[in-house]
């Protein structure tokens, strides 16, 4: 009887146990939905479970090769202009097609205004005294000042000279090469050469290692434990910015204030020389850390796209073959030793068709975050203040997207670079540098990398895929699952 009793309690404690449990579950799932659905007209849509919402279908789709899954699946659920979720911890509505983009390009700093996670901000420690959107609109303001078409152009020359050293040193008198890996070294020697005048190839392969971190760790997990991605691209960030630019700054000042460099040499210099509104100088610690955003920022995306300009190259010869006789125009119209410039650019009309049309089949980024900063309306639906608003740009394979829309792109799947002559796609279709007045400020040194890259490229090599049809992955780049390993056959002298 005794151990009946004993038996009854524990099992009657457990019971209490599980319903204990339940019920906190219950109470945070109700929380979770009752504050996620408590706003008047919202898009239709679903804030998936508790604290993780539908995150892990959201980068699922990305890693599995599929990253228009998860849009698709729910514009044809729910509507065709706008629906809600949650991702990436916060209450987040997608807006899709031209009128999303065009209605977030033009309205931002005035509805919305850019948003990064706050995970981010441990890996770029933004000014002290001002927000993460004070430094964004502040870099946006003289960040042009450098990087427009007339800037940029006493820049051609130097990008086709470390174009010409990459392939001499890691291309040639190869038989097999795996393209993605390569690219990002000549992403960086440009970025480096650039932005602060670094050109060693031992230097600039040292501060590689901790640069590599830096970037895997952007995106990772934020778990901020020892062993993490995350913890080491904290560390590495500090490491470069401390440790390297701070000294490169401190040197180049001194340069400056002798007259060794001119203000106008590099990025760094016109950071060190520009001031804001109030006559300010930037602190060193803030240039360094807007040179490393601009590190980043120029590597990944740029490097991808000439990975894929590979790719397309490889699987379309007459394509290849018009690109390459445009190409060696260009270069035998060169004396011996004769580097790239400016005139030579403006003759790569058809080679930039093509990368445009790579950028539109598969576009490095996916899409970007903004934040609500007032309510408003869209396409009738309510956009609560401090809600996170994802445009989506482009989507590879996506029906719904504006890339792959027939409605702006006839034949959406053919790849068809005349798509871009003459006016080209119409406004607020074609954004993979965005649009409207907050275009991309290095759309022109992308535009110069990859044409210089492609010069170089072409007039060198025919190529075949290693791996026919290999799978695109997003995590969250846009790049080849194997890295697009490729056999290069030279031309003959």
């Known amino acids: 009887m005794e151990q009946y009793y004993h038996n009854n309690l524990y099992l009657n404690l457990l019971l209490l146990f599980i319903s204990a449990v339940s019920l906190s579950f219950a109470a945070i799932f109700y929380k979770h939905r009752s504050q996620y659905y408590n706003h008047p007209n919202l898009p239709p849509g679903r804030p998936g479970i508790p604290y993780l919402g539908e995150t892990l279908d959201f980068l699922s789709t990305g890693w599995t090769g599929r990253p228009e899954k998860f849009v698709t699946d729910r514009i044809r659920e729910f509507s065709s202009s706008a629906f809600k979720t949650h991702i990436v911890g916060e209450p987040t509505v997608v807006l899709t097609g031209a009128e999303g983009n065009k209605f977030l390009f033009t309205n931002e700093n005035k509805l919305v205004v850019v948003w990064w996670p706050d995970s981010v901000s441990k890996i770029f420690p933004f000014s002290e005294t001002t927000s993460i959107h004070e430094e964004s609109r502040r870099f946006r303001k003289f960040l042009p000042q450098f990087m427009k078409p007339e800037a940029l152009q006493r820049y051609v020359g130097e990008m086709d000279e470390v174009a010409r050293r990459h392939f001499a040193s890691l291309w040639e008198d190869r038989y097999r090469v795996e393209v993605l890996p390569l690219v990002k070294k000549y992403t960086f020697w440009v970025a480096c050469r650039l932005f602060v005048s670094l050109d060693d190839p031992a230097r600039i392969a040292e501060l590689g290692v901790p640069f590599d971190d830096v970037a895997s760790g952007i995106f990772a997990l934020p778990f901020d434990l020892p062993w993490t991605p995350f913890r080491r691209a904290i560390r590495a960030s500090k490491f470069i910015r401390e440790e390297y630019l701070v000294g490169i700054i401190r040197r180049r000042k001194a340069e400056l204030a002798t007259a060794a460099a001119a203000a106008e040499e590099d990025i760094l210099s016109y950071m060190l020389t520009a001031t804001d509104d109030g006559g300010e100088h930037m602190s060193e610690i803030d240039i360094a850390d807007k040179i490393l955003g601009l590190l980043v920022g120029s590597h990944d995306t740029a ?150 890259f492609m010069h170089n490229l072409v007039k060198r090599f025919r190529f075949e895929m290693l791996i026919p049809g290999e799978k695109i992955i997003v995590n969250p780049i846009c790049v080849p699952a194997n890295g697009l390993p490729i056999r290069l056959f030279p031309h003959k002298a």
């Not at 403006?346 to 980024?365: F, G, I, Q």
Request: charge should be neutral; aromatic fraction near 14%; include cysteine.
């Open 303 to 452: 490097a991808a796209t000439c990975t894929f300009v590979v790719k397309f190259l490889s699987e379309l010869p007459d394509v290849y073959d018009r690109v390459y006789q445009e190409q060696m125009e260009i270069a035998r119209s060169k004396s011996a030793g004769e580097l790239l410039n400016w005139e030579d650019i403006k003759k790569m009309k058809y080679s930039w068709n093509v990368a445009c049309e790579v950028l539109r089949l598969t576009p490095p980024v996916q899409g970007s975050f903004r934040e609500a900063t007032t309510d408003f309306i869209f396409s009738g639906f309510s956009i609560p203040k401090g809600w996170k608003v994802h445009v989506v740009l482009l989507l590879y394979w996506s029906v719904p997207s504006t890339h792959k829309n027939e409605k702006y792109f006839p034949k959406p799947e053919k790849f068809d670079p005349s798509r871009f002559e003459g006016s080209g796609p119409e406004p607020y279709t074609f954004v993979p540098f965005g649009g409207g007045p907050k275009m991309c400020p290095g759309k022109e040194y992308a535009r110069l990398e990859i044409l210089v």
